[in-house]
């Protein structure tokens, strides 16, 4: 069957802030990355700028796999839990999810003696699944008198350039009945007055808002609603993932300096449903009895980032990082649609009014869109202190500025006077030790080595935004795991756990009241390595 897409009008970028569009905020998820790795490095709660020796160290540091004494590989899999404690307006929800995952895949190649000057070289890959979107389903719900009939009645009374729609502007479209024919009248619509006009036409056609008048010159829409309380549930599911791969290569100077590069890919696939949902009206006979607007968005995208970096053995005990991380460059691809579920009538009769939004062929009605947008690049320092080969304690410090955040496309550069106004500098801490205690197998390989391994880390992050309550909150955890080593086989399991409080708000417009959202992430993580030669 043949599809026809709409490619929007490029009004669409100021229209759009009133919908779950792709917004700034979630620019800002897919530039932050989720703790992720081995499970000794998440044991440490990554702290290992200075380190090195681990596959998931190379995406802190590039100069950490010249630390590798052998060729290694490893892989990782993955459990996620997060727990939802959310509070909108006067009731509270408590959801759970959970997830498994292959979260990390890792390679180095180390060539030991190339010169006198050149002590080693290393050429490493490490994949790791930076954000998770899979966990991104819950729902709240709680009573309230302003519903979606005031939000389709803002579109109608100011969407004109701040002033209201006259009846005219939708007369044409009004008496349809065929979903095919909506679909295409609403997509003319978009075309000829904008994205504002189409979400009115939208609210008319399902019956939320109704004119004063059938005359061409009315200008005033009544509420279906009425302002009576009705039950209202918010419902969001995402799926998806960010990932990451990082392109290694690094060498040893000398005794005491370590150089490293990457070169990063990044790709995002997500989709994404945004529900709005209204029944259960407190009241007799009301004439709106039920609505429900969806949303739902399909959002791909390809990036590319550089990192340099170094670390110094100042003694044998002590060495010091430092790193960069390069802005990503993202190039996007989103392809958005809606639809919206009303039933309106008084006791006796009651008449559904679906609005599906399908082309003259009944395919579905969707609208996509391009555009770029560059991620604030980072500094890490780092430090680390190994106590009689036994022991490690390790920090790193990372330093990034959110306000530099950008939309690089004419369709998006609206949004970024919102970094600039609400975003700014932020501080990342992490701290991680390690402790080894030697054993002796039955059969021991004099020349093998054997100890268990245990670890503790702790992790601070600060929130991107300047404001005190923000969408965003800061986040902290902690981690512990252990592992041991046979010779050239490690094997190492960590759980750690994070608490942060976000604000989520799914319109930008009329229903702005945030839900409160308490998450703790837990994370239990196996890993499994072996020295290659």
Known sequence: MRKINYILFLGFSLAAMGTQAQNYTDALRYSTEELTGTARFKAMSGAFGALGGDPSAININPAGSAIFNASEISFSLNNNSQKRDINFL????????????????GVVFAIPDVSPT?????????????????????????YNTKGLDDYFLDYVTRGNNG????????????????QEEIGEYYATLGRREG?????????????????????????????????????QTYKIERSGYVNKYNFNFASQIGDFIYLGMNLNAHNINEKALYSVKEDNFRSSNPYLRYANHKQYINTTGEGFSLQLGSIIKVTDELRLG??????????????????????????????????????????????????????PSAWTASAAYLIKK??????????RAYDNLKFRSSNMKGYNSAFENQMGDTSTLRIGGEYRIPFKLIKEDPKSTNFVSLRAGYRY???????????????????????????????DASYDVAKQTNLYQMYENVLTTPAHIKSTYGNFLFTFTAQLF
Do not use: C
């Not at 490490?126 to 954000?131: C, G, P, T």
């Not at 399902?206 to 200008?219: E, Y």
């Not at 036994?390 to 330093?399: A, E, F, K, N």
């Open 163 to 178: 002033n209201p729609f006259s009846f005219g502007t939708f007369a044409r479209g009004y008496n349809l009945n065929q």
């Open 390 to 399: 036994r022991g490690i304690l390790s920090i790193d410090y990372t330093y």
């Open 90 to 105: 006067d009731r509270s929800d408590k959801k759970n999810n959970n997830d498994f995952n292959f979260n990390h895949f």
């Open 195 to 231: 994205y504002a006009a189409q979400m009115a036409y939208l609210g008319l056609k399902a019956g939320l808002i109704n004119p004063k008048t059938l005359s061409a010159d009315n200008t005033e829409y009544d509420l279906s609603g009425d302002n009576l309380e009705r039950l």
């Open 322 to 375: 430092v790193s960069y991380q390069s802005p990503t460059w993202y190039k996007m691809k989103e392809e958005s649609r809606q639809v919206l579920y009303a039933t309106t009538g008084v006791a006796t009769r009651t008449y559904d009014r679906d609005i599906e939004l399908v082309n003259r062929y009944g395919d579905p009605i969707w609208y996509e869109r391009e555009y770029k947008f560059r991620t």
């Open 461 to 491: 992050e600060q929130s991107p935004y300047r404001k005190t309550t923000a969408v965003v909150g800061d986040l902290t955890g902690y981690s512990f795991g252990a592992g041991v080593t046979l010779g050239g086989i490690r094997l």
């Open 118 to 142: 050149v002590k080693k070289l290393s050429f490493g890959f490490n994949y790791q699944l930076s954000k998770t979107l899979d966990n991104d389903k819950f729902s709240y719900s709680a």
